[in-house]
């Protein structure tokens, strides 16, 4: 498998989830200058996509590969919101809607806020949508690609809306979750 191909590189699961963080950031740069080169769409698509390869790859080398780290957990969650944001804020600039891009990176910080707060308070952490990473990361993949396809349709800034409305209501409902198990739980 992937994962274990990746272990006979030597990669510690920490390097792997750096890695993705510059995937991250080439996609960010390709759509910075996506409008004005098209074909960096592409690259900007891929991208992304290695960013969630690695995201999936530290876990398995981790797990698979016996290569847990007392930093694993840090490394796990940090880098994914950094990528979230070098993403999303760079989708607000390509669409000439640096603002957007902005409110969707800090609407997509807040579900992870909440998810983590939960698991910080002893509960179990909630991955619910409608716009996890995952969900996320498919909109903008698929946003690049239109994007490339059809250079003159706000393509992204739809897709930037589409995501901080879609995150807004992520986190709206994880808090609720998380307040309906908290209220459970003191019963």
Not at 165 to 171: Q, W
Request: proline share 4%.
């Amino acid at each position: 498998t992937l994962a274990r191909a990746t272990c006979r590189l030597g990669l510690s699961p920490n390097e792997i989830s750096v890695i993705g963080i510059g995937f991250a950031a080439l996609g960010a740069g390709a759509m910075v200058l996506a409008p004005d080169h098209r074909w960096l769409w592409l690259v900007a698509a891929l991208g992304i996509q290695f960013r969630l390869l690695a995201n999936m790859l530290d876990g398995l080398v981790a797990i698979e590969g016996g290569r847990k780290s007392a930093t694993g957990a840090l490394y796990n969650e940090f880098p994914d919101r950094i990528e979230d944001s070098l993403l999303l804020v760079a989708a607000g600039y390509a669409a000439a809607l640096p603002e957007l891009g902005w409110a969707a990176a800090l609407l997509a910080m807040a579900t992870a806020y909440v998810r983590s707060l939960g698991g910080a308070l002893g509960h179990e952490q909630d991955f619910c949508g409608p716009m996890a990473k995952q969900h996320r990361m498919a909109v903008l993949t698929l946003a690049a690609l239109a994007s490339a396809a059809l250079p003159h349709l706000p393509v992204m800034a739809g897709a930037l809306t589409l995501i901080a409305t879609g995150s807004a209501l992520t986190a709206a409902r994880r808090l609720a979750r998380l307040a309906h198990v908290m209220k459970e739980t003191a019963r």
